[in-house]
């Protein structure tokens, strides 16, 4: 399929809508994304979350603050977000800095989460060394049938996108590679070689 600088709308977030629309009952999950984060030292690491929300104010996905990529977006706030929508062939970069959302946000959303999934919040402490899995059963054990309100150290983050970039695959690895970068104001499309 050819991904053509007539066929982009001049709104990068328009843009990803319409992919993202499109990958609706085709992608199993089109909200899953890779996010890449880089400690203060700038070691990287990279992991796949849910986007939650996308809105001309970012692009929002929840975790443990105390989490290993919550305590690196607080000492770096740079990070990246990859689509990779094979079935379309497609994938969307996104890159940009990093801010929490507010508390009432983060209430908001934890409220939707299904009962095991705010149980779950409350019993992990992700990305630390858990001694064996019957030490996270008997946390669970002891939350079950308490509704647990969210707890301080879990909550979101949002993306503000400094870039985007649209990738199409075409054979013969000549993909076609569309970025938008924020430059005085506007986003500038620039194609890319593959």
Do not use: C
């Amino acid at each position: 399929m050819e991904l053509r600088r007539t066929d982009l709308d001049a709104d990068p977030l328009s843009q990803f809508q319409r992919w993202f629309d499109e990958a609706a009952g085709v992608v199993r999950v089109r909200e899953a994304m890779a996010v890449a984060t880089a400690s203060a030292e700038g070691v990287p690491s990279v992991r796949m979350v849910l986007l939650k929300a996308a809105d001309e104010r970012g692009l929002v996905f929840f975790t443990h603050y105390t989490s290993r990529k919550g305590r690196e977006l607080e000492a770096n706030p740079n990070a990246a977000l990859l689509f990779h929508w094979n079935p379309l062939g497609r994938q969307v970069r996104v890159e940009g800095t990093v801010e929490r959302v507010s508390a009432e946000e983060s209430d908001a959303y934890f409220a939707t989460r299904p009962e095991g999934a705010r149980i779950g919040a409350n019993a992990s402490r992700q990305s630390e060394v858990l001694g064996d899995r019957a030490e996270l059963e008997r946390r669970v054990a002891g939350l079950e049938g308490a509704d647990p309100a969210r707890p301080e150290s879990w909550g979101g983050f949002r993306l503000r996108p400094d870039a985007w970039e649209f990738w199409q695959h075409r054979d013969d690895r000549l993909h076609d590679r569309f970025r938008y970068t924020r430059r005085e104001g506007a986003w500038v499309i620039e194609r890319l070689y593959p």
